[in-house]
């Protein structure tokens, strides 16, 4: 059982960074890879960024390929998302989830955060 809450998020301007934090529950965060997915109004959840369990391995959307930094820290069961050079179409909530293996299939994941607001204004 994994248990998963997100932070970070808020209002910035479009051009703006921000650094949005997972905390993960349990000691077997590091068995799991982790995602970040996000969901607009009206929109379908869709897939941000993912890592390996071990942190080697990264993948993006490639709305956000160049702007946005997966990572991890195992030793304190934390993924972050550093979003830069931010757009107000990335507005939405955004959620980590934890997988048994890097996907960036929705279903894959088994365990979900509450989700984070990100709002860029323009």
């Known amino acids: 059982q994994v248990q998963l809450v997100e932070s970070g998020g808020g209002l910035v301007e479009a051009g703006g960074s921000l650094r949005l934090s997972c905390a993960a529950s349990?000691?077997?965060?590091?068995?799991?890879?982790m995602g970040w997915f996000r969901e607009a109004p009206g929109k379908e959840r869709e897939f941000v960024a993912a890592?390996?369990?071990?942190?080697?391995?990264?993948y993006y959307a490639d709305s956000v390929k160049g702007r946005f930094t997966i990572s991890r820290d195992n030793a304190k069961n934390t993924v972050y998302l550093q979003m830069n050079s931010l757009k107000p179409e990335d507005t939405a909530v955004y959620y980590c989830a934890a997988a048994p293996w890097t996907s960036e299939d929705r279903y894959t994941y088994n365990y979900w955060g509450q989700g984070t607001q990100v709002t860029v204004s323009s």
């Open positions: 349990g000691r077997t965060f590091s068995r799991y890879a």
């Open positions: 890592i390996s369990w071990s942190g080697s391995n990264t």
